[in-house]
């Protein structure tokens, strides 16, 4: 039993140190290849409604699962979250898990985790969290929309899917320890940033992540959560107002009473003056 423990051990450590020589920005590009590929089967995917709700999306492509009884898993990924201006900058990260059951040989799955509330979303900021112990984890429903699965609504902060061999569905990954990747963090950014502050929207996502950002956005519908406010209609412009349906009885205009004429008082008649009497001579 020892034996193969070891034999699992050195099989995840071999791969992660596979998964060290990855770049960043190849880690990048893959995911979102990942995520487009997923979602271009609406019917097999992730309801659109999960997505479109959804706090985080992180998505892990190549997962390496392998062991004999006891199995382990180890991946590297991205993780990005909705803010007030749009998805966050990527933050890379990395999962290691173990199962008990009977697996035989080992394979590589493509992993998205979707936090879907607040309480998941805090423990992703963390920079280190264990799924089932820190956030509860559910597998996630698959299909364009999720009537008659309520379940995950009550009890998952995380919702898991994977896909392996062209075959998608949810599963419980339950146990695995997501934590932040320190050496892809300081190639992508240059320096070490936290998980809080990298996913909070207070850094500017690199240019390499264009295309892992592009593709959440087309995977949840929208860069941010909906506005309640109605947004007012600006009407076009030189237009004329429209007319009222029931328009008021035109009030008729009063016509003006005339204005009695000024009656012109009669000329008065001069009297003519009288003619001087003449004085008589007054003789000597």
Not at 11 to 33: I, K, W
Not at 122 to 143: C, E, H, I, M
Not at 228 to 248: H, I
């Amino acid at each position: 039993m020892k034996t193969l423990l070891r034999v699992v051990l050195c099989t995840v450590t071999l791969a992660s140190g596979a998964f060290a020589s990855e770049a960043a920005s190849s880690r990048l590009e893959t995911a979102a290849t990942v995520l487009d590929e997923i979602m271009a089967t609406p019917d097999k995917g992730i309801p659109s409604d999960i997505l479109g709700s959804a706090k985080c999306v992180a998505v892990v492509p190549n997962l390496l699962k392998g062991g004999f009884i006891v199995g382990g898993a180890h991946g590297r990924g991205m993780a990005t979250c909705r803010t007030a201006t749009g998805w966050s900058a990527p933050a890379p990260l990395t999962t290691t898990g173990g199962s008990v059951g009977l697996q035989i040989g080992g394979q590589a799955v493509d992993l998205v985790m979707v936090v879907m509330n607040d309480r998941g979303m805090q423990a992703l900021l963390t920079n280190k969290f264990k799924l089932g112990a820190d956030a509860s984890v559910a597998a996630g429903p698959v299909g364009r929309h999720t009537e008659g699965s309520t379940d995950w609504k009550l009890r998952a902060e995380v919702l898991t899917y994977s896909r392996a061999r062209g075959l998608f569905a949810g599963i419980s990954f339950n146990g695995a320890v997501i934590k932040q990747d320190e050496d892809a963090t300081g190639e992508l950014y240059g320096r070490q940033i936290d998980f809080k502050t990298i996913l909070t929207g207070s850094v500017q996502p690199p240019q390499s992540a264009e295309k892992f950002l592009a593709a959440v956005k087309r995977a949840a519908g929208t860069d941010v959560a909906p506005s309640n406010s109605p947004v007012p209609q600006t009407p076009p412009p030189n237009s004329r107002p429209a007319a009222p349906v029931n328009p008021p009885a035109a009030t008729p205009t009063p016509t003006p009473e005339p204005t009695p004429a000024t009656e012109t008082a009669p000329a008065t008649e001069t009297t003519p003056s009288p003619s001087p009497t003449p004085t008589p001579p007054v003789r000597i």
